[in-house]
């Protein structure tokens, strides 16, 4: 019912079962109360400039580093426990990492399997 009004609409503004508060800027949606917070699109989603402004329990980092250094300081201070990437995303910042060494040696996709077992 809801994929079919988006679908259709583009939007979820007027899905009859939806409270007001349906389209919220990505920002503004990080700062409503909630029990488990996951950040799984962007690096540095959480920093010094939105910390102050959370109301979660606990932060799983589902993203490649969502939390700068300093945010996560802050968050340390006030209780809330943060799952850290490597933990929480292991397999998809492993992945990650294949891509980044990948990158560095210029090596196209499907190939890092035959240049190491080639040496």
């Not at 009004?5 to 079962?17: I, N, Q, S, V, Y």
């Amino acid at each position: 019912m809801a994929k079919n009004h988006f679908t259709a609409r583009g939007t979820l503004k007027g899905f009859p079962r939806a409270r007001e508060e349906t389209e919220l800027d990505p920002a503004e949606f990080m700062e409503h109360e909630c029990d488990i917070l996951i950040p799984a699109a962007k690096e540095k989603a959480i920093n010094k400039d939105n910390v102050a402004d959370l109301k979660c329990k606990i932060v799983v980092e589902g993203a490649n580093g969502p939390t700068t250094f300093r945010a996560e300081e802050a968050l340390l201070a006030r209780g809330i426990i943060t799952v850290p990437d490597m933990l929480a995303n292991g397999g998809g910042v492993t992945c990650s990492y294949f891509e980044w060494l990948k990158n560095l040696e210029h090596i196209a996709p499907g190939r890092m399997t035959k240049k190491y077992a080639e040496k």
